[in-house]
């Protein structure tokens, strides 16, 4: 799979834009400001329907207009016609996804089908930050993998947020149904338990993946772990939840289940956060990349599309990775373990040095305040 054209209107600090990528490498150069990481930005959007740095869509609508428009021509060996994907978003709407001009009915029928991964400066925040940010992160790739998943998550999200909204209505004297509680209860129990068990699932599929992308990274000998934590492991979720109902209702939310898992990143059995080095943390969140890379290219070859690696992005790297990891990365990026690359960097030389002895077909693109042409 590639993405052989991109369309941008009001997206963040474009007006217009229109470029034609390589099926290899494209770069991405121009100086700190000029809007390269929101080209990176926009095809996260195509990949995954939202951005992989803003909380909210309405943030990428270019300051002063009131919508804004990605669009992406992918082809897919092979088909012989190209499909076009358009992300769109007008202020106080919903936004909304085609494929080739049809609406998809749930944005989640697209999750998946255009698989991307970004190696980012910021990919380190994933050790350092909290649960919340590994849930999201793992549920992400999951629910690109498997969809019957991300169909669980929907729901069990959906019922956490009408129990949760049935708690607050017991602080207060009007309306709050015990008999309703308990019907949640029984609905959540089952979804929560089997999301737990494919959440363990999916650990166990990605610890030795990632595990020898680490030990490629790294000089040290270091064994570097990743594991799975849940309330729910050896317990009865229907249980759980009625022993610790009245703490929910006095604290009017819910206190057990998967949306408290986490998933502890370990280095020598000590966490990573605390214990690992600087140089150490890199290499791990690079790992975890680059493991999400390879099940996800494993996972769109065994639904037969041969070419259908995911997109990668990577943002900056050569000025915020030492040469050691920069080099391990040109490696991967020379024996085309990857497909279509998009990278980002201030230097053209620096670029041009380090992709020398990379013989996939690179196309340049300079970037200045908000317009971009190819080089
Ligand atoms: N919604 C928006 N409207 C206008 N400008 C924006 C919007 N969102 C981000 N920007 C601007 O885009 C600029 C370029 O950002 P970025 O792509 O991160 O640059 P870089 O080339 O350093 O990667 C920043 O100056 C930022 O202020
Ligand atoms: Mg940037």
């Known amino acids: 799979m ?9 997206f963040k600090n474009y007006e217009e834009a229109s470029l034609a990528f390589s099926p290899g490498i494209n770069c991405f150069i121009g100086d700190n400001g000029s809007g390269k990481t929101n080209l990176l930005d926009a095809i996260h959007y195509l990949a995954l329907t939202k951005s992989a740095f803003a909380s909210t869509d309405a943030q990428a609508i270019k300051q002063g ?3 804004f428009v990605v669009k992406g021509s992918f082809s897919t060996p092979p088909a012989e016609r190209p499909e076009t994907i ?10 909304t996804i085609t494929h080739d001009k049809q609406p ?5 029928d697209h999750i998946g089908r255009y698989p991307a991964v970004l190696i980012s400066p910021y990919d380190t925040d994933l050790i350092r930050q909290g649960s919340e940010e590994r849930r999201r992160y793992f549920d992400s790739l999951q629910s690109q993998l498997d969809h019957e998943f991300l169909e669980l998550l929907i729901q069990y999200n959906g019922l956490l ?5 049935t708690l607050k209505l017991s602080g207060s004297s009007q309306g709050f149904d015990a008999l309703y509680l308990q019907s949640l209860d029984d609905q959540l129990a089952p979804l929560g338990e089997r999301l737990a068990a494919l959440r363990a699932g ?6 030795p993946v990632f595990q020898r992308h680490y030990l490629q990274l790294a000089d040290g000998r270091e064994e570097v772990s990743l594991d799975y934590k849940s309330q729910l492991t050896g317990q009865n979720f229907r249980h759980l939840l009625l022993a610790n109902e009245r703490r929910d209702l006095a604290l009017q939310r819910s206190t057990t289940g998967p949306h408290r898992d986490d998933f502890v990143f370990l280095m020598d059995g000590l966490p990573v956060k605390s214990y690992a080095s600087q140089g150490q943390q890199k290499s791990f969140a690079i790992a975890l990349k680059l493991a999400q890379f390879e099940l996800l290219a494993q996972r769109t070859q065994a639904a037969g599309a041969a070419l259908a690696k995911p997109l990668l992005l990577l943002d900056d790297i050569f000025d915020r990775l030492d040469d050691k990891r920069i080099a391990r990365l040109l490696e991967l990026v020379a024996d085309h373990t990857f497909g279509q690359v998009f990278l980002t960097d201030t230097n053209l030389d620096r670029t041009n040095q380090a992709l020398a002895g990379v ?11 908000g317009s971009v042409r190819a080089i």
């Open 104 to 108: 998809y009915d749930r944005l989640a």
């Open 161 to 165: 947020r009408q129990r949760n909204a």
């Open 65 to 67: 207009a009131d919508f």
């Open 2 to 10: 590639t993405l052989d054209q991109l369309h941008l209107l009001f």
């Open 359 to 369: 013989s996939s077909a690179i196309k340049q693109f300079e970037v200045q305040a």
């Open 202 to 207: 999916f650990a166990t599929q990605f610890v």
């Open 86 to 95: 358009q992300v769109s978003l007008r202020v106080g709407q919903k936004k």
